[in-house]
């Protein structure tokens, strides 16, 4: 069945490092959404990529979207204690009106 | 602009009890969606609807019942709690249609449920 997969399950960096999570999915993406969850919160939806080698940015965030629109990534310069928690990437299921979410991202940084 | 309201935040069953998951939305949305989160693990559609009168399965259904009377609301029915079902529950929604299902969803702050 279809499966979109985040690599990698964890990640542990000192603040002022650089983070990247990578989302790869088994089908072609119409569109990829990335959500940010805060420890003990809720899922908060921060971006919608939808052409083909697409690259938007949000402050120290940078999202691309693959050629094939099959992957994607979400890479943060320079963390902060604020960055901390995980990131999801979410894209259509195929023949439906459903999403399927990734397994998730989650950062931690060290201050 | 409350958005996405979830009550109640936390609640304890016992094994075989029954319970319903209030979910509201005041942003008109269409779709409305269950989701649970096991800890540390990634989001399960448990139901979702594409509006008011229409309901569909998601991955985990089994224990579960919903239904959508109106627009606003997507009541989330627990039958014979069971362990498994300890967990996170989360609910959304999205604006949709047939040539764009997967919108932004916004989430409420989720229903912590413990069954023991």
């Known amino acids: 069945g279809q499966q979109v997969m985040q690599i990698p399950q964890y990640q542990h960096v000192q603040e002022g490092e650089d983070f990247t999570t990578y989302c790869n999915s088994s089908t072609t993406l119409s569109n990829i959404q990335w959500y940010k969850q805060r420890p003990g919160g809720h899922p908060v939806f921060l971006i919608q990529l939808v052409k083909s080698g697409e690259v938007k940015k949000q402050k120290r965030l940078t999202f691309q979207f693959g050629e094939a629109k099959k992957n994607s990534s979400l890479h943060i310069t320079a963390t902060q204690t604020t960055d901390v928690g995980t990131y999801f990437c979410a894209g259509p299921r195929t023949g439906g009106f459903k999403t399927i979410f990734g397994a998730g991202t989650r950062l931690f940084v060290k201050a | 602009n409350a958005g996405v309201t979830q009550t109640p935040k936390f609640r304890i069953l016992k094994i075989g009890q029954s319970m319903t998951l209030q979910c509201t939305q005041d942003?008109?949305?269409?779709?409305m969606y269950w989701y649970r989160q096991d800890p540390g693990m990634g989001l399960k559609l448990i139901y979702y609807s594409v509006g008011a009168g229409i309901t569909d399965k998601g991955e985990v259904p089994n224990g579960y019942n919903v239904s959508r009377s109106t627009t606003e609301d997507f009541p989330l029915r627990l039958e014979l709690a069971a362990p498994s079902q300890t967990s996170v529950y989360f609910c959304?929604?999205?604006?949709?249609?047939?040539?764009?299902?997967?919108?932004?969803?916004?989430f409420g702050d989720g229903t912590r449920l413990s069954i023991l």
């Open positions: 959304a929604s999205s604006y949709g249609h047939r040539g764009a299902s997967n919108q932004p969803q916004h």
């Open positions: 942003m008109n949305h269409n779709y």
